[in-house]
């Protein structure tokens, strides 16, 4: 069972929940978006499953993909994940096991770029958790990458070989030049591309259970 990743980073707002605005909730004013945010009690680390439950809490129809249903104990001493690891165990697993009776649709499989490039054709968008620390963005004026996803005079995690968990959301891709699109809620003022064989890396990385949030922007 098993597999803590899902913190995008320990920010209720600007990786995680920014994430789920980019995604699709962006015409919700502040007070609302936080209010949910309260009410679902996502105010410190937000795991993917959170993000899953905030999409159920709007009416939005999502798909959640991950290798791991619940908490993999393996991640324990982990950087990334040992701060509050402990504290987020129990919560986390109770998520995952009461998502069928709440309507939040979770699936252990397997996911393939043809997958995600037929969800992005088809107008939608997905939030994906990826090592930070591993992708970059090829439009970013040298040497400036992606992998430093926090705002100015934060901890830049490219200067770490650790895994160092972020959410982002595809946008789109161009099949003939093999890059994909996507948005970093850090940065809410451009749009990002890379690689997919980057972005493959990225998010394949151990520590993200190659977690997808599908989310389908005609509920």
Not at 45 to 53: F, N, V
Not at 210 to 218: C, G, K, P, Q, T
Request: glycine share 8%; with cysteine; proline share 2%.
């Amino acid at each position: 069972m098993g597999a803590p990743r899902r913190l995008g980073h320990e920010d209720g707002g600007g990786g995680s929940g920014g994430a789920a605005r980019a995604g699709y909730l962006g015409q919700l004013d502040d007070s609302e978006f936080e209010s949910a945010l309260q009410e679902l009690r996502l105010t410190r680390s937000i795991w993917t499953i959170d993000l899953a439950y905030l999409m159920r809490h709007f009416g939005v129809r999502h798909r959640f993909c991950t290798q791991t249903l619940g908490v993999d104990k393996g991640y324990k001493n982990q950087s990334f994940y040992r701060k509050h690891f402990d504290t987020e165990e129990t919560r986390v697993n109770q998520l995952f096991a009461q998502a069928k009776a709440c309507k939040v649709l979770v699936e252990k499989c397997a996911v393939s770029v043809q997958d995600i490039q037929e969800h992005l054709a088809q107008g939608h968008v997905a939030i994906v958790l990826v090592n930070s620390g591993v992708l970059h963005c090829d439009l970013c004026s040298s040497p400036v990458k992606y992998c430093c996803f926090a705002p100015s005079g934060h901890h830049c995690f490219c200067r770490t070989p650790d895994y160092q968990g972020h959410f982002i959301v595809l946008r789109g891709y161009n099949r003939a030049t093999s890059c994909i699109f996507y948005n970093n809620p850090a940065y809410a003022d451009r749009m990002c591309s890379t690689s997919i064989s980057n972005f493959e890396e990225a998010r394949t990385s151990y520590g993200t259970d190659e977690d997808i949030l599908f989310v389908y922007l005609d509920s």
